[in-house]
């Protein structure tokens, strides 16, 4: 069972920043990928972010491209989401999400929930207008 443990949620106003952070503590684990989604109000899930572990190339939901920025620090076990220019419309719970399992797939799949084997607890981000 892997632990996936996020942070650095908060209040933030409309423009300013917030980086996310996802890690989990046992390195026994190997990643083909990790992502990050996030659930709205009264909305279902949607993917936002995806990074593959081996070398680093990411996907991104159209609404946040340019504006977020997925990364990963392999030997810290960690994922990073750096969200900038933020807006009230991003506000939501985030979630990591591990993929240890499906070795291979297109970057184009990692927008896929059931691609993910492990998932973390949700943080919380609200942006204010």
């Known amino acids: 069972q892997v632990q996936l443990e996020e942070s650095g949620g908060g209040l933030v106003q409309t423009g300013g920043s917030r980086r996310l952070s996802c890690a989990t503590p046992?390195?026994?684990?190997?990643?083909?990928?990790m992502g990050w989604f996030r659930q709205a109000p009264g909305k279902e899930r949607e993917f936002v972010a995806a990074?593959?572990?081996?070398?680093?190339?990411?996907n991104y939901a159209e609404p946040v491209k340019g504006r977020f920025t997925i990364s990963r620090d392999v030997p810290k076990n960690t994922v990073l989401l750096q969200m900038n220019s933020l807006k009230p419309e991003d506000t939501a719970i985030y979630y990591c999400?591990?993929?240890?399992?499906?070795?291979?797939?297109?970057?184009?799949?990692?927008?896929?929930?059931?691609?993910?084997?492990?998932w973390g607890q949700g943080t919380q981000v609200t942006v204010s207008s």
């Open positions: 999400a591990a993929d240890t399992s499906k070795w291979g797939l297109p970057l184009s799949a990692l927008v896929r929930e059931d691609v993910y084997d492990y």
């Open positions: 046992d390195l026994r684990f190997s990643f083909y990928a």
């Open positions: 990074i593959t572990w081996r070398n680093g190339n990411a």
